[in-house]
């Protein structure tokens, strides 16, 4: 039986056009973000700090999000929680209603991706534009980003120059700065035009209520000062305690991300505009979304919740090089979406992928707040037993496995039956064609054939022998 | 040699039922270096297929079971396998979290137990006198042995102290052939294109052998390399030193 996600991956390895988009860039991403690490002298201290900063946060997240609220509040920004997506969305329409906004910019949000939020905008008859470059083309395409910071890696300049020449009418190219350039002339006006920005955060700042996000491309500078209402969406676990561990945070995240030692941007927030300033907004939301969240916290993956979103471990993953971001069904993809993905939305239907892993554990060797991501995939695994249908067949053999893996005797005698079995349907020592579960093993590679004597008997045989002379 | 005691050997149920040579190969290595060596009575598995498939009772069963027969031995647990090694250092002891008297026994065996590399790159393993007619050799670190253990060097130092063995690297070495156990069952396809990459990296490096510690990984190297006709010969690093000192 093929399932969702196995035909999706299936699509995936066959789409060659990707194959060569995900390579250029993971690599390279995975190429800059070693030389960038090796730049900060100090980087496990680094890591281990920022994640002991994070895991005790995570502890009293409770304590630390009051403590929170009440700085935000008297920095001048308004509050609101959401438990849920529909929550948060619904709080950001009234928002947007209640001071007349015709004219969303956003800047890159997933929790806004996780929400949904652009249809719910649309659907209240507000126009958002996006103005992150990748996710202004990703709105273009009409389609889903594929990557936590590179949101069109699935396409390849080529891609884009058809797709903005086709959508924007603009002589086609692909050379990346004038494709740049187009999406820049364009939304230079929406910057102006708009009446409210809504923006993620990277980062909340528990002692003194500062927002911080990082940008390449100055948008995020423009959407929070030149719309006069600015909504910031975050999730509930974005805190880190001070401004000495956002300094770390920041260390981790542009060298972990993109492989440089800072981003071109970073933007730090403490409320609305003050008398004197010269720009602006004249109000700051900020919409603390849950959607999950508390969920996770409670179960066997709540360390998930450190995950500062730099896509490291998306670029380090074999599988993710090798489906690509889509395949995961959902907004956050590879090893990070793998965990985060089940947690928000319940085991259920994404029972495959905590499966969809071989254990590598090239994830956890890359990730900044060192995740310990197999372990979670693991507890996931045992869940998704626990909690869905599995395949009889595995399920039957693995009892019976263990059964007989616990007695000697019966180990043995089943291991002979196997060896005979499969030696049977061998030529030369090899198998070409299984039946059953192993068919598709068999489909492009061979499977050497068990042994006409274990190494058990082997061993003693060679034993006797030499104790005998 | 001097006697240096004796030691159990795991031998891991893919090396008994599949590829016995390796198992020959890591005895009588561990032989020459002045050990030993008993096969423990009533081995089996060690459980790992249930636990990474996330069957912990059934894997509690199994581990159980190898602990009541390991824990009865003496020794130091020598293992020719990183993924059943690590299973056994590290993940018995997560297999067994709310178990006490078990993950007691468990971090008794995780004390006693080595890989083969480690235990034999300590022991004096690259000064064995090991020599090859001149040839190339890749290294495929399994991910279990590189960043479960995080065992690296041992390997390598070994692979270079066989006289005639030219060690030759290939493009992201470090990255998952795509095994991963019942993985490469359960998503075979996705398996496959994880092995094209590693064997088109592996094929283009000018290897006449290619080698690791892992027999999971090297069934699963060598099937493709068959499929592809490739004429590159994979061997279990035991193999290849044994082969050194006949």
Partial sequence: MTTAFQARARAAIGNHQLHVALDRTTALLGLRRSTAVGSLDDFESVRSHARHAKMELLRHLGDSLRAFEERLLENGAQVHWADTGADANRIIVEIATRAGVRRVAKGKSMASEETHLNEALEHAGITVIETDLGEYIVQLANDRPSHIIMPIVHMTKEDVGLLMHERMHVPYSDDTQVLAQYARERLREEFLRAEMGVTGANFGVVENGTICLVTNEGNGRMVTTLPRVHVVLMGIEKLVPTMADLDRFLKLLARSATGQKLTAYTTLIRGPRRAGDDCGPEDVHVVLLDNGRTTILAGETAEILGCIRCGACLNACPVYRTIGGHAYGDVYPGPVGAIVTPGLRGIAHHAELPGASTLCGACRDVCPVRLDIPRMLLALRQEAVKETAQPIALRAGLKAFAAIASRPRAYRAAMKVMRRVLRARATDGWISRAPGLAAGWTASRDLKAPAAQTFEDRWRAYRAQRDAS | ?246
């Fill in chain 2, 1 to 246: 040699v001097p006697p240096r005691g004796q030691l159990q050997l795991v031998p891991t149920c893919l090396v008994n039922e599949f590829h016995p040579d390796a198992g020959m190969a890591v005895a009588r290595i561990l032989e020459r270096l002045g050990f030993d060596i008993h096969v423990p009575d009533g081995i089996t598995c060690c459980g790992q297929p249930a636990y990474n498939a996330g069957f912990h009772d059934d894997a509690r069963q199994v581990a159980r079971h190898t602990l009541d027969v390991l824990t009865a031995t003496e020794g130091p647990i020598v293992v020719p396998s990183g993924s059943c090694s690590d299973m056994l250092v590290h993940q018995y002891g997560e297999l067994f979290r709310d178990h006490p008297a078990d993950a007691e026994r468990a971090r008794g065996v995780a004390g006693r137990c080595r890989e083969f590399s480690q235990f034999v790159a300590a022991h004096g393993g690259t000064e064995i006198g090991a020599r090859l007619a001149p040839m190339r050799v890749a290294y495929h670190p399994s991910c279990h042995l590189l960043r479960g253990l995080g065992i690296s060097r041992e390997p390598q130092a070994l692979i270079r102290s066989i006289e005639g063995v030219e060690p030759v690297p290939f493009a992201e070495q470090e990255e998952c052939c795509g095994f991963g156990g019942l993985f490469s069952i359960k998503n075979p396809e996705i398996s496959a294109s994880m092995l094209d990459r590693k064997l088109a990296a592996v094929m283009v490096s000018g290897a006449d052998r290619l080698v690791s510690c892992d027999l999971g990984c090297l069934l699963h190297l060598a099937g493709g390399l068959r499929r592809r006709g490739s004429t590159i010969a994979t061997q279990h690093l035991a193999e290849l030193m044994d082969e050194g000192l006949a």
